[in-house]
């Protein structure tokens, strides 16, 4: 059984900094691509960071790009999202997501297995 737990949400100032973690355990392949996604009330779930485990290659939205960096802990089985320079825009729901390390993109669409997410609140 494929489970992702996601961990480290939290309400922040702007400005401050926070990092998520997602375990995935359960998964077959030791390959394979992971994603970050957030969603606010009343907007569709977007992609902000993947990460694909076996080239190391990531890509992030624009709207986060130069403030938040995906990492990842093979040993641990865990992808971290070290969020910088938070602002307002940024509350949402964090989800993480898995699927196969080819093609792996920012569309939410093409991942097979979901976290509960964690909530993520900035204050002005």
């Known amino acids: 059984q494929v489970q992702l737990v996601e961990s480290g949400g939290g309400s922040v100032q702007t400005g401050g900094s926070l990092r998520l973690s997602c375990a995935v355990s359960g998964y077959t392949y030791t390959n394979k691509c992971v994603g970050w996604f957030r969603q606010a009330p009343g907007k569709e779930r977007v992609g902000v960071a993947r990460?694909?485990?076996?080239?190391?290659?990531?890509d992030y939205s624009d709207s986060v790009k130069g403030r938040f960096t995906i990492s990842q802990d093979n040993a641990k089985n865990t992808v971290y999202l070290q969020m910088n320079s938070l602002n307002p825009e940024d509350t949402a729901m964090y989800y993480c997501a898995v699927r196969g390390p080819w093609g792996c993109s920012l569309t939410s669409a093409t991942y097979d297995y979901w976290g509960q997410g964690t909530q993520v609140t900035v204050s002005s």
């Open positions: 990460i694909n485990t076996w080239s190391g290659s990531t």
